[in-house]
């Protein structure tokens, strides 16, 4: 069944290579604040600039449009789509209505060449009309994407819904490209026992499932089953085009009895041994799998969060943090990287923390911390390098375990990247602190009594500073100046997850269904902040830990979804900005370091792109990326 709400694929015409060549490296407009290209601000915060541009291309998803209408107003839809990160410098849009299945007719005057959004007020919203959107490159408009229906009498609501089965609870959604045409289809978990997969197509065609099987029922948080998914800071599962052929791949961690999409079932004698598997995205079919390793099988199955890094800078391969414990209480850590050639799965290398002071926490992050092209592993308290080798544990450096790190260009005064980690227990008394990303050293730190500071966020939320602010429960503060810039703890907001959603280049907040704008001007409680929308009046229910199950920038222009479940758990409620902006960035999902954080869930936390986002922003780089499967369409 096609979802009459969704969107259909825009494809990217054939012109497109031959325009890329001669656009140059700068595609991205922002407001006129913004630094010139050839301001020397456009790349003075740019990790390793020089020598990324030398490096080949990492493959990324070949996007369509991602059009998307949303009835914004009794009398107007705001349509939005997709800039893609190798859109030529320029580009323009004209956007096209059908209503009630007449003929297609530009309804913007001039070529559009702003924020990628038109508010359309003409519109008659008693009858069925379609958006789509044409390029328009030198002048020249080129092949449309395919339409987005908007129905007639439709909800003024800023949501996207996509029908699921009946089943149980939801905790995580992962998006990826399963078909093959441009769009994001999602895979979600059904928290059952035993637990199952499902995988539907952007319109909400159902198309697989799995069945976790007998070793899925243990679901404890710390010591669950070899087959379980989805408990505590654990996924076991996650969703990408491993072997860059335009598809996506799902890759789950399995055991004995897991029964695949095509009806085949897994058998091992052990139930204790694991495997890592690669199912077909488009039938939920094993391609292949591996042996995980058994260097810890003596204290029982691993449970596991599962990503995506480019850890030769061109290859996507699965990474995988798998932990156990140990009778004593203590934890094994073990991580593991594995590439799929498309025929095969092999294991690149494997980390043992054994006994090194390395702290780990509940998220895992996979960016490239030195700005030399290839991706690190990251953990709160330490980082790998594509090979293998630890590259740097900040445990020597006072740190310890902790709930939430953040990995951004937090400073756009400063070469590279920052992090802001929180701290659990810290015998020193350690709260919070800011560091560099390449090396681990630490650039400031606040103490206090210490305990377990279980939130810790950072984003550009305070105009009037430059760079990002960082904060917890000890105040806000500036992060590039370790300023304390909103001293008064109860007025500083609480730190969840951020949100990009009404269009300016300072970030929102998302809290327990709540979008919410702080207002530095006029501070006030976090649980009194303005709130630009509440998601329950839309039907939507927070999953696990009192968030979405799943975020990023998935339709559209570059600001970020959010998605949710209804409460009876048949359909996926997917918000959307019903808001316009005259900024123009590159999606989101086109950028290397957001798209790796979407493939990993733990405890969900903020993803950030590898540039400085925020007021003042100097225009992004163009991302060194090809588009996957190209050639073959």
Known sequence: MKHKHQWRAARWPAVTAAAVLVAGAAL??????????????????????????????RPMENLGRGVVAVRSSSTQVLVSWRLLGLDPEGIGFNVY?????????????SVLTGGTNFVDSTADLTRENRYRVAPVINGAEQAPSDAFTLTANHAQEPAVRVPLRSGGAVKFVWVGDLTGDGEFDYVVDRQESPQRIEAYS??????????????????????????????????????????????????????????????????????????????????????NWAAVPTDYIADGPMAARLGVAYLDGTTPSLVAYMKNRQDNGAFNLMVTAWRWSGQNLTQQWKWLRGGQDAPDGHNTRAIDVNGDGTDEFVEIGF??????????????????????????????????????????????G????????????????????????????????????????????????????????EPDTSLAPWPQLGLHWDGDLTMELLNSGKIEQWDPANPRPS??????????NYGAVTAAQGGPTFYGDILGDWREEVVYTNAAFNELI??????????????????????????FHGYMQSHHVDYFLGNGMARPPRPNISYAGAAAR
Not at 97 to 109: D, E, L, Q, V, Y
Not at 217 to 223: A, G, L, M, V
């Open 28 to 57: 991205v407009a922002g407001p006129a604040s913004h630094a010139s290209p050839g301001d020397p601000a456009a790349t003075s915060s740019l990790a390793g600039s020089g020598t990324t541009a030398a490096l080949a291309a």
């Open 97 to 109: 209505r059908s209503t009630a299945g007449g003929a297609f007719t530009k309804i913007n005057g």
């Open 202 to 287: 952007g319109d909400g065609d159902f198309l697989w499932e799995v069945n976790m099987g007998p070793n899925s029922t243990n679901q404890d948080n710390i010591e669950p089953g070899s087959a379980t998914i989805d408990v505590g800071h654990n996924d076991g599962v996650t969703v990408y085009d491993f072997n860059s052929d335009g598809r996506a791949e799902v890759a789950v961690r399995i055991a004995d009895g897991v029964r695949f999409g095509d009806g085949t079932t897994w058998t091992h004698s052990d139930d204790n041994r694991q495997f890592m598997a690669i199912l077909d995205g488009r039938t939920g079919a094993l391609r």
């Open 383 to 428: 980082v790998l390098n594509g090979d293998g080798t630890l590259k740097y544990s900040m445990g020597p450096r006072g740190i310890v375990h902790g709930d939430r790190f953040h990995i951004a260009d937090m400073d756009p005064g400063r070469p590279g990247l920052e992090g802001y980690g929180v701290q659990q227990n810290n015998p020193s």
């Open 430 to 485: 350690l709260l919070e602190y800011y560091y560099d990303a390449a090396t681990g050293g630490l650039i400031w730190q606040h103490r206090g009594g210490g305990g377990d500071v279980g939130r810790g966020m950072a984003g550009d939320i305070d105009p009037r500073f430059p760079g990002m602010e960082v904060w917890s429960f000890s105040g806000l503060y500036n992060a590039p100046t370790n300023r304390l810039t």
């Open 527 to 536: 649980n009194s902040l303005p709130r630009l929308e509440s998601t329950w």
């Open 574 to 599: 997917v918000m959307t900005t019903d808001i316009p902006t005259n900024t123009r960035l590159y999606t989101l999902a086109h950028n290397p370091a957001y798209r790796n954080a979407m493939t």
